[in-house]
């Protein structure tokens, strides 16, 4: 049973529109959303993070909308660029970050 | 700090041979990740260590499987013997952990090719 569901698989974006992607979790005891970027080649990294008392965090161009009561989060980014052409992938942990639950991923392609 | 290190960064072997992997967390980090990446499974936990103490090793896929942290500041996945379904990237992570959520590093992973 997926415990964190991830879409769209894949997202085309033209250069300065907006990147969307959503993530659905099951297990209430998750206390910690982060989303990783992770370029081919590297490991993930981590992009921004959010705790399941704020319904919204921005760090720049990038913002992690929460929704407790329907289990679902999402990022958004603005003004995209090529440069963030990359694998994203949304997490769920409990206790310690490094513990995560991990989303399928979605690749993300900016044309220039 | 250089980051979490791994080696090697690529490994090929045949089916059958002993496969060892292994991972320098961050100074200062009391927890350590094993991932694997494939593109069937996504990005699995196969198991994590804190103060150098496995703690759940529930994500090993099985008994060939096993993992080691002699030291703060070494751990190794070993699989024995290999096959070809095994496959994958292999991330090592850390964090450091006391009692709040702090940023997990990762590896840059070992691609492993089981032939």
């Known amino acids: 049973q997926q415990q964190v569901k991830q879409s769209p698989q894949s997202l085309i974006v033209q250069k300065g529109g907006i990147s969307i992607i959503n993530c659905a979790y099951e297990?209430?005891?998750?206390?910690?959303f982060p989303w990783y970027q992770q370029f081919p080649g590297k490991g993930p990294a981590l992009l921004i993070a959010?705790?399941?008392?704020?319904s919204e965090k921005k760090e720049g161009r990038f913002t992690i909308s929460f929704n407790k009561s329907a289990k679902q989060f999402s990022l958004h980014i603005m003004d995209s660029q090529p440069g963030d052409s990359a694998t994203y992938f949304c997490?769920?942990?409990?206790?310690?970050?490094?513990?995560?639950?991990f989303g399928d991923g979605t690749t993300l392609t900016v044309k220039p | 700090d250089a980051g979490v290190i791994q080696s090697p960064r690529h490994e090929v072997t045949e089916m059958g041979q002993e496969v060892t992997l292994r991972c320098k967390p961050i100074?200062?980090?009391?927890?350590l990740f094993w991932y694997r990446q494939t593109m069937m499974r996504g990005l699995e936990l196969l198991i994590y260590?804190?103060?150098?103490?496995?703690?759940?090793d529930s994500g090993m896929p099985e008994d060939r499987f096993s993992a080691k942290m002699p030291n703060a500041s070494f751990s190794t996945l070993k699989i024995q013997p290999s096959e070809p379904r095994d496959s994958a990237v292999y991330f090592c992570?850390?964090?450091?952990f006391g009692g709040g959520h702090t940023e997990a590093f990762f590896g840059q992973g070992t691609r492993l090719t089981v032939v």
């Open positions: 997490a769920a942990s409990t206790g310690n970050a490094g513990k995560s639950t």
């Open positions: 297990n209430t005891a998750f206390d910690y």
């Open positions: 260590f804190n103060n150098n103490v496995p703690i759940d």
């Open positions: 992570a850390s964090t450091y």
């Open positions: 100074s200062g980090h009391n927890s």
């Open positions: 959010i705790r399941p008392d704020v």
